[in-house]
């Protein structure tokens, strides 16, 4: 039999569980290094803003913002829906695909059926895309296969499905009623609705994952999806959601976008996906999943618009547009990793220094 | 409950009315052609913590995830609170009111404790709407009742395992779980945080929870438990009271044999040359001003309560982690810029703490894992050649009587003990002359146990320096020849075997008086 | 046998069904199918994608993944341009674009050894430099008009084979079987699928784990590059979005031949398949006057087979948990 011991008192004085409404230890340090994830975006578009408009003052014009906030609008939106898939530790690679089809399909309604309200038409996008978002979410929820090599299938395929029914033709400008393509032009006191819009939607969907039990499922599942499970979390239902609202969004995005460009044929948002995902990586959401924010999403999403548009104001040639957009894509994600290493190292000292 | 009751050894604190909780009988399940569980049964009273023990392949984990609800029985019936009931999964288990605390505990590494405690179920306020504040509070109430204090705002990132324990039991508690289910909680504990956790299991036992506790550890079973269940080859084959047993008793129970329980004298060779010799290693904020020697032919211990830094020396003398300041030396090789490339051709082999993870590559036969670290001696022309690898794994799978189906199955499927008797042979067949070997014999049943004893000691007696790290006590006492202990990531003790005894080593690694 | 050898093996014997079938049915649709001439254009369309599907078996197996393999391929097509328009001899510039290509391969390898950062992500990243670089070095220039010894090599047949295997085919055919070697044979390839199935276990039996994959993603750069470079030569043109796009097809490829996308399990064999698969429905396609660019449907289509059938009946059983 062993012999006992006198147990060292693990407790400070004033530091129980009385005190936790004084947000000690590991909690406040994780909370502000959240916070810093998403404010370091808003600081490095503040930065990029600020010197470019010092040397090029006509960046800040009403019109450029007003373009690069209707730029960001489509990227914003799928950049919410991709958010909530990668939450849960997957990935929709077929959004691209999910945008060119409906922007195509839907906006073709406008030559065959000439008269037909608008509303109808946004409605047959998301109709599009909640089909193919729902096909998804069965797979990768049912099949409990990787999402990666489901959606870079259906990528295939729904891209594929496009060209067969629409490829050599185009729906252009001309088709289109004058009041559908004045939906991202139109401003409230300089400000395009469209953006004001998608903004309200974001916060919603930010809402909606930090205030309901479904939402912090994605993230529960995403941070350990075994213990998801044996935590009784409905996990084939949430990613099946996940995916369907993906796709729904990707679909209304698509008619956003043909209201944005005018000219669509079956090539519409062909490499969409790998940009979406830069936005996200770049806003802070984890790519295997556990954390991040819808919010930090968008606005990576708004960064790298900014950047896009800075670089054409700047008169720098837009052939060095990608090259710039890939190294900052490796900045934000070294950036990133850099971040999370410290936070859990901290904590890990931090249990250390009380025991 | 008051704190006095904690300092006595294995009191009987009839709390609680003892009604039955909880009464599993004849379960039966097999897997194709495997029968993991014959004859299972066992019955939990209120206010009792009851001891499951067994081998491995006993049955008791199949046992424990029958009353999970993972598995359903193909025979038998479970009774709760008097009630038949017929679990389909581990939602209905947890209706029922049963919580089982594994080993590894789940948790959810990017969200807070209180989230982590009450995901899927968190309190809700107007509009089904997440009442975040509430949520807090009634954490911080349950981690009051349990007299820990944990800040439920905290991410679970970075906390303890023995942290993790809490917040599992946290959760079973705040789910008004009537019977706990702990598979071997104290594999991964300091002796203070199985203190705490002991502490924690006698107030769950006064507010009336049943407690199945499940160990290899029998100085614990005797601590803290009343009653005990021995299984064996899947049938359950002794239920009785502790009182009046001994674990020789329970030994007997658990293998059918009488076992030669000390294996030969530690201590009695003379040591030769130094084949390892450390010199005032320092690693920041981890290790500092370590020195020590092993000798050819000796076995080292370096006890110490978890978290002392022991496994990190071992790692950085293997070179897996760097470090600031100080040497390594192996048979008189200085190691430089350590790499585990360096360390093993200079003659280190190193078993490590975590079998699965670090010490096997799971997916791979039993012959792969064998030959995993000799592939350049098993190779010609470039190419490896595989009867020269069948060769080996068989050579060795023999000398150490390894049991497997087939060399090439893969070898997760071989049970613990066969396991590191394979993390044994892949380091055995590079003849190291430093063996460092991380809790030896962890999640092992007592028979393996002791067949790693005497490995060890054979190995010491052909030659190899062992450095052994080990947190229990008795095994760290009767294969050692020599013992150091570190605490808080310095050396504050040196022990011959001679000299040692278990209170010694234990104030040494505790830095204070201990009463007996 | 082993249990994962006999996994691979039906997986390898799924896809020769799915192979004799494809050739069944296409050369009764088509008699052309199975012509010396045929199979010709066959090499000569998929040449450099069955190449990069070799270092990219190898990289998923350690279990990382390079999707910067067409920018890479992009980048040396354009390096190779630039460098000729300005009189550079065409074996200096082999070894420039060798260089570089080693060089892009090292910097994805270095950021996600050095910098732990995920491969997934950090490639895309390079995706976008490399093919950037690309635009830069080029701009909207095209360069063509190479010398026909070398563009030659690009359209022609292999001597000695009577014309109908393409340069680029016996090139994969030689990489496939070293590849294949290194990779089942040999204790780097045993260390690869180490690494994959379990990186820590992998690290503590003394596997140099970052340095292999350093290695790994320089070969794949290395390689990748040499399929720029018989692109190039092939359409003699040097355009800043050659290969756009090509890495799904690759990666695709990679998984249709049954190497599991968590790493550690894989076969060359099985890879070889895929990429006659692959390449065998993209001709019948073509031969049945289908779509062209619409074949990516039947790629999609193979790529969900391949992961669904396995566990067929297990789906079906699982679409109750919804």
């Not at chain 1, 979390?233 to 969004?249: D, H, K, M, N, Q």
């Not at chain 2, 949520?135 to 109430?141: G, P, Q, T």
């Not at chain 2, 080990?470 to 040196?494: F, K, N, Q, T």
Request: with cysteine.
């Amino acid at each position: 039999m062993r012999s006992t011991l006198i147990p060292r008192r693990q407790q400070r004085p004033g530091r129980g569980p009385a005190d936790s409404g004084r947000r000690t230890g590991g909690a406040a340090l994780a909370e502000r290094v959240f916070r810093i994830r998403e404010s370091s975006i808003v600081v490095v578009l503040a930065v990029f803003v600020a010197v470019t408009a010092s040397v090029q003052p006509r960046f800040l014009s009403e019109t450029n913002i007003q373009f690069v906030l209707i730029d960001t609008t489509v990227f914003a939106l799928l950049a919410l829906g991709e958010t909530m898939v990668v939450i849960s530790r997957n990935v929709d690679l077929s959004v691209g695909s999910v945008l060119g089809l409906s922007a195509y399909a839907s906006s073709n309604l406008f030559g065959s059926h000439p008269g037909i309200p608008i509303p109808l038409v946004f409605l047959t996008g998301l109709g599009i895309g909640l089909a193919c978002g729902v096909v998804n979410g069965i797979m990768v929820a049912a099949g409990r296969v990787p999402s990666l090599v489901v959606t870079l299938a259906t990528l295939y395929i729904i891209r594929g499905i496009d060209i067969l029914l629409f490829s050599g033709k185009q729906v252009v400008e001309a088709e289109l009623p004058s009041a559908f393509l004045q939906i991202p032009k139109s401003t409230i006191a300089g400000i395009p609705d469209l953006a004001i819009a998608v903004a309200v939607v974001i916060g919603i969907g930010a809402y909606y994952l930090r205030t309901y039990r479904s939402g912090r499922d994605l993230y529960a599942i995403g941070s350990n999806p075994e213990a998801a499970r044996l935590a009784g979390i409905p996990v084939g239902r949430r990613v099946f959601t996940a995916f369907a609202v993906s796709g729904a969004i990707a679909g209304v995005a698509g008619v956003l976008w043909a209201a944005q460009y005018g000219t669509i044929d079956s090539s519409a948002g062909t490499g969409y996906e790998l940009q979406v995902i830069s936005a996200v990586v770049v806003g802070g959401v984890a790519i295997f999943g556990g954390s991040g924010s819808v919010v930090g999403a968008a606005l990576g999403a708004l960064l790298l618009s900014t950047i896009t548009t800075a670089l054409y104001v700047l008169g720098i040639s837009p052939f060095w547009d990608q090259a710039i957009w890939g190294f900052l894509l490796i900045l934000a994600i070294t950036l990133d990793q850099t971040i999370t290493v410290r936070l859990t190292s901290a904590l890990r000292q931090r249990r250390t220094r009380h025991e | 409950m008051d704190n006095a009751a904690a300092s006595q050894p294995g009191p009987r604190q009839e709390a609680g009315d003892g009604r039955l909780m909880l009464a599993l009988r004849h379960a039966a399940k097999s897997f194709g052609a495997v029968r993991a569980l014959v004859d299972g049964a066992v019955e939990l009273r209120a206010g009792e913590v009851h001891a499951l023990l067994g081998e491995n392949g006993a049955g008791k984990s199949t046992l424990v995830k029958i009353l999970a609800g993972v598995y359903q029985p193909d025979s038998g019936t479970l009774e709760v609170a008097g009630r038949e009931v017929a679990l389909h999964g581990p939602a209905a288990a947890r209706a029922a009111g049963i919580a089982v605390i594994y080993q590894e505990p789940t948790l959810f590494p990017d969200l807070t404790v209180a989230e982590n405690m009450f995901i899927g179920r968190q309190p809700l306020r107007s509009g089904r709407r997440i009442d975040r504040r509430a949520m807090h509070d009634e954490a911080a109430a349950v981690f009051k009742r349990l007299g820990v204090p944990l800040d439920p705002a905290r991410i679970a990132r970075g906390l303890s395992i023995a942290d993790q324990q809490v917040v599992e039991i946290g959760k079973a508690l705040s789910l008004d779980a009537r019977v706990i289910v702990m598979d071997e909680p104290t594999a991964a504990l300091s002796a203070a945080e199985t203190g705490r956790l002991f502490d924690v299991i006698r107030t769950l036992r006064g507010q009336g929870t049943a407690v199945l506790f499940i160990s290899h550890r029998l100085e614990e079973v005797f601590e803290i438990c009343e009653q005990v269940t021995v299984m064996r080859d899947g049938s359950h084959v002794l239920t009785s009271p502790l009182a009046g047993l001994t674990a020789a008793d329970l030994v007997r129970a658990m293998v059918g044999r009488e076992l030669a329980e000390r294996p030969p004298e530690a201590g009695a060779a003379t040591p030769g040359e130094p084949v390892l010799i450390v010199e005032r290693l320092t690693r920041e904020g981890v290790f500092t001003d370590i020195s020590l020697t092993v000798r050819a032919g000796e076995i080292v211990a370096l006890a110490g309560l978890v978290g002392s830094g022991r496994s990190e020396v071992a790692r950085s003398v293997f070179g897996i982690d760097r470090y600031d300041a100080g040497s390594v030396t192996v048979r008189g090789r200085d190691l430089r810029r350590a790499s585990p490339t360096t360390a093993m051709s200079a003659g280190i082999g190193f078993v490590p703490e975590d079998r699965r993870q670090q010490g096997l590559v799971m997916d791979m036969s039993v012959q792969q894992n064998v030959a995993l670290a000799s592939l350049g001696r098993l190779r010609s022309g470039g190419l490896i050649r595989a009867s020269a690898e069948r060769a080996m794994a068989t050579d060795w799978a023999a000398r150490l009587k390894i049991k497997y189906g087939r060399l090439t199955d893969p070898v997760a499927m071989l049970s613990g003990g066969n396991q590191q008797k394979v993390v044994l042979a892949k380091w055995l067949g590079r003849k190291p002359a430093v063996l460092i070997v991380d809790e030896p014999t962890r999640g092992i049943d007592v028979a393996t146990k002791a067949e790693v004893h005497h490995l060890l000691a054979d190995l010491a007696k052909d030659g190899v320096g062992v450095l052994m790290i080990s947190s229990e006590l008795p095994e760290v006492l009767s294969v050692s020849d020599r013992i150091l202990v570190m605490r808080e990531g310095r050396l504050v003790a040196e022990f011959s075997h001679a000299d040692a005894s278990e209170e010694a080593v234990m104030s040494a690694a505790m830095g204070q008086q201990v009463a007996t | 046998m082993n249990n994962a050898l006999r996994a691979s093996a039906r997986w390898e014997a799924g896809l020769v069904a799915v192979l004799v079938i494809l050739i069944i049915v296409s050369s009764s649709v088509s008699p052309q199918f199975l012509t010396g001439n045929n199979l010709f254009n066959v090499g000569l369309s998929n040449g450099e994608i069955a190449i990069m599907t070799l270092p990219m078996t190898l990289i998923i197996i350690s279990g990382e993944i390079d999707l910067s393999v067409a920018s890479i391929l992009g980048m040396a097509s354009a390096l190779l341009g630039v460098l000729w328009s300005k009189g550079l001899p065409m074996p200096a510039i082999f070894v420039i674009v060798a260089v570089v290509g080693l060089a892009a391969g090292a910097v994805n390898g270095l950021l996600v050894t050095r910098l732990r950062l995920p491969s997934l992500a950090v490639t895309i990243g390079t995706l976008a430099l490399y093919r950037g670089i690309a635009t830069i070095l080029l701009g909207p220039n095209t360069v063509a008009n190479f010398p026909t010894a070398y563009t030659n090599l690009g359209v022609q047949g292999v001597p000695f084979t009577g014309n109908d295997v393409t340069y680029s085919t016996l090139i994969f055919v030689i990489l496939a079987i070293i590849f294949g070697v290194a990779l089942h044979a040999t204790p780097f390839g045993r260390s690869i699928y180490a690494m994959g199935a379990s990186p820590e276990a992998a690290q503590f039996a003394g596997i140099r784990v970052k340095r292999i994959k350093t290695i790994l993603f320089m070969i794949s750069g290395l390689i990748c590059s040499l399929a720029g470079v018989l692109w190039t030569f092939r359409l003699d043109t040097a355009v800043q979005n050659n290969g756009l796009g090509l890495e799904l097809d690759v990666v695709a490829i990679v998984l249709l031949a049954g190497v599991s996308i968590f790493g550690g399990k894989g076969s060359i064999i099985g890879v070889v398949l895929a990429v006659l698969v692959f390449a065998g429905i993209q001709n019948a396609l073509l031969l049945t006057n289908f779509n062209q660019e619409a074949t990516g449907i039947v790629t999609g289509a193979l790529l969900l087979a391949s992961v669904f059938l396995p566990n067929a009946g297990r789906w079906v059983r699982s679409l109750s948990r919804i």
